[in-house]
């Protein structure tokens, strides 16, 4: 129904439950396999360069991006939850990322 060109992750944080980053690299890697097999194009940007394009700061906290999302897309408030304003957050930093950025990955 919406015919995505893309899909774009936010690079993984490796923190100390081993467990949980290995569920994390499962479900990445199936939702990148999903997307090649269906020829889209896949990026992942650091969680810094995704802060530091929407908010001008590659260490704002989640209140602040939240607040830059709803500013950048006219929305009437914050996306919530946090996760929401992430992805958000990532897709805009996709779509204004230099052509040569996102070829470089």
Not at 3 to 24: K, N
Not at 59 to 70: L, P
Not at 72 to 81: F, R
Request: overall charge neutral; some cysteine.
């Amino acid at each position: 129904e919406w015919q995505p060109r893309a899909v774009v992750l936010e690079e993984s944080f490796v923190g100390v439950d081993a467990r949980t980053a290995l569920s994390v690299g499962q479900a990445r890697g199936a939702v990148l396999v999903a997307a090649a097999s269906f020829g889209l194009e896949c990026a992942e940007y650091a969680p810094a360069r995704v802060k530091q394009l929407v908010c001008g700061y590659g260490r704002a906290e989640k209140q602040q991006v939240q607040r830059m999302v709803a500013a950048i897309l006219s929305l009437e408030a914050p996306p919530t939850p946090s996760h929401a304003s992430d992805a958000l957050a990532v897709a805009i930093c996709h779509a204004l990322a230099p052509p040569l950025l996102r070829i470089a990955g």
